[in-house]
């Protein structure tokens, strides 16, 4: 059973950092591409962040400030965020593409089969 399971989020000032974790449990990832989504409070869930084999993919309100990076060998992907905003505030999903072996883009939450829980992160000003 593929289980995810986010970590890190908390309560930080603007401006400062957070480093979120997600460590996937169940099967190996390392063919799997793996995202970050988020969801603020009344607003749908939008794509942050997704690596892949090859590649690594940014929404444009997160390049420059977070980065995406996986440790195959831990089966983790992590999501560093940088110079937090308020509007970063949200609960932040980590999710897995079943597709194995596909390195393109996926923007669209129905393009993952696998989710975690969330990690909240607060931002303020």
């Known amino acids: 059973q593929v289980q995810l399971v986010e970590s890190g989020g908390g309560l930080v000032q603007a401006g400062g950092f957070l480093r979120l974790s997600c460590a996937a449990s169940?099967?190996?990832?390392?063919?799997?591409?793996m995202a970050w989504f988020r969801q603020a409070p009344g607003k749908e869930r939008e794509f942050v962040a997704r690596?892949?084999?090859?590649?690594?993919y940014y929404a444009d309100f997160v390049k420059g400030r977070f980065t995406i990076s996986r440790d195959n060998a831990k089966n983790t992907v992590y999501l560093q965020m940088n110079s937090l905003k308020p509007e970063d505030t949200a609960v932040y999903y980590c999710?897995?593409?079943?597709?194995?072996?596909?390195?393109?883009?996926?923007?669209?939450?129905?393009?993952?089969?696998?989710w975690g829980q969330g990690t909240q992160v607060t931002v303020s000003s």
């Open positions: 999710a897995v593409d079943g597709r194995a072996y596909y390195s393109g883009t996926a923007y669209r939450d129905d393009e993952y089969d696998y």
């Open positions: 169940g099967r190996t990832f390392s063919s799997y591409a």
């Open positions: 690596i892949t084999r090859r590649s690594s």
